[in-house]
């Protein structure tokens, strides 16, 4: 089983801030099937970022994803107020699909 | 955005069983890929079954083997979880979500989720 541990746990950012969230793998995901996902209280979570880099559909373009292997990372730029929320990272390289822990952006 | 909804959780005692109920919309049922998700209380996210557009391809995590099973029935557009055996450690909240393959695509589309409590 994949196991992913994201840093860091909470970041505490203004609106206009850039921020960069970490997601490490392990053993690692050699395709780069990883997803970055935005939980936000009273929504349906909502896929930013897929195969580590590739932006999602009608996802602005101050989300970027980075990395391959074990190491990855979305880069929030100009952090904007509909912005906050609990960030996860995925592998969907194998079964079972398993998830990051999370990082907070308050 | 078009979303999938759940339906059918709530308070269970210990040792109950409960299925959830997961609504696709019509346009979204051919071809697509369904799984079942659940977060417990100050817990990550855990994957638990997924199942194939036509029913017949399914598969669970081993931490729910043999209690938990994943179905499609196509003429209401639902894809449910069967939960038996219930023990305090499945309250979470369980959300389905989409996916275009059973494998290497990732989840598209999310539902926001039904609790589910197991408590006496």
């Known amino acids: 089983e994949v196991v992913l541990t994201q840093s860091p746990d909470t970041l505490s950012l203004s609106p206009g801030e850039s921020a960069t969230l970490f997601c490490r793998a392990s053993p690692p995901v050699t395709s780069n099937y990883l997803a970055w996902y935005q939980f936000k209280p009273g929504q349906a979570p909502r896929l930013l970022v897929y195969a580590a880099t590739s932006r999602a559909f009608e996802i602005p373009d101050r989300f970027s994803g980075s990395g391959s292997g074990t190491s990855f990372s979305l880069t929030i730029s100009r952090v904007e107020p509909e912005d906050f929320g609990v960030f996860y990272c995925q592998q969907y390289e194998g079964t079972p699909r398993t998830f990051g822990q999370g990082t907070r952006v308050e | 955005q078009a979303q999938l909804v759940e339906s059918g959780g709530g308070v269970v005692q210990p040792g109950g069983s409960l299925r959830l109920s997961c609504r696709v919309p019509?346009?979204?049922?051919?071809?697509?890929?369904f799984h079942w998700v659940r977060q417990a209380p100050g817990k990550g996210l855990e994957w638990l079954a997924v199942?194939?557009?036509?029913?017949?391809?399914?598969s669970s995590a081993d931490s729910v083997k043999g209690r938990f099973t994943i179905s499609r029935d196509s003429s209401k557009n639902t894809v449910d979880l069967q939960m038996t055996r219930l023990s305090a450690d499945d309250t979470a909240i369980y959300s389905c979500?989409?996916?275009?393959?059973?494998?290497?695509?990732?989840?598209?589309?999310w539902g926001q989720g039904t609790l589910v409590t197991v408590s006496s």
């Open positions: 199942i194939s557009f036509d029913g017949k391809k399914a």
């Open positions: 979500a989409k996916s275009s393959t059973m494998a290497t695509s990732p989840f598209d589309h």
């Open positions: 019509s346009f979204m049922s051919q071809y697509s890929v």
